[in-house]
């Protein structure tokens, strides 16, 4: 099946930084997802971005489906950013729903 | 959107034992989805339910051990059976359905703890 991984798995920033992060996959996809998970374990679709680049406030995506990755960019961060950011991709015909989840980048923003 | 309520929300259970877990959306879907999230680890899918037929496994899940009901296209069940305590972890409903945003988007229920003993 296909392969998601995210780097880096682990990033620790001071409020008001920015970062990227990045998600490899191995196989051409249908969709690519960034969901942010918090620390109560509530997961929040943050962009449905097969290809292109999408901005929503601080936050913005690119896919290069062609290169098979895609980017997070977090701008002025605060410490609500903090939580696990994962990608998640459907692959395939018959997939139609079915996620496969990278590892996750575990974000920590001190104040 | 799509919200997704879930209960429990968390607990605790004795080896041996079966836990059913409910999953109920605000609006009818086709396919529901069901994750499971190991401590520390990413999310894996189970199976996936669709109302009037039997719901299909990933590979390394089987029936036996969570059976899973769709009973109409709001709602639907997941069983864990037999319960050890490898499987302790987070077990999240979800499903795919049209955003605020104008596209679809993957909704995700608040999950159901569960820690075996």
């Known amino acids: 099946g296909i392969q998601v991984e995210q780097s880096p798995p682990d990033l620790i920033l001071q409020e008001g930084a920015n970062s990227t992060l990045r998600c490899n996959f191995s196989d051409s996809v249908n969709n690519l997802q960034w969901f942010h998970q918090n620390p109560w374990g509530q997961l929040i679709n943050l962009f449905y971005?097969?290809?292109g680049t999408k901005q929503n406030g601080r936050l913005s995506a690119t896919t290069v489906a062609t290169e098979r990755y895609s980017l997070l960019y977090i701008s002025s961060s605060q410490t609500t950013d903090s939580g696990v950011y994962f990608c998640?991709?459907?692959?395939?015909?018959?997939?139609?729903?079915?996620?496969?989840f990278g590892q996750g980048t575990i974000l920590t923003v001190h104040p | 959107s799509a919200v997704i309520s879930q209960k429990p929300s968390r607990d605790i259970c004795q080896r041996g034992t079966s836990l059913t877990i409910q999953c109920q959306v605000d609006?009818?879907?086709?396919?529901m989805f069901w994750y499971r999230q190991q401590p520390g680890q990413s999310l894996t899918l189970i199976a996936t339910?669709?109302?009037?037929?039997?719901?299909?496994?990933e590979s390394g899940f089987v029936i036996d051990k969570f059976p899973i009901s769709r009973p109409n296209l709001t709602f639907s069940t997941l069983t864990v059976s037999n319960m050890s305590p490898e499987d302790s972890s987070i077990y999240l409903c979800s499903v795919e359905s049209l955003g605020d945003r104008g596209y679809n988007e993957q909704f995700f229920g608040p999950g159901t703890r569960l820690t075996v003993l």
């Open positions: 971005i097969p290809s």
């Open positions: 998640a991709v459907e692959s395939g015909g018959t997939s139609y729903g079915k996620l496969t």
């Open positions: 609006s009818q879907v086709t396919m």
């Open positions: 339910a669709n109302q009037g037929s039997e719901a299909t496994y």
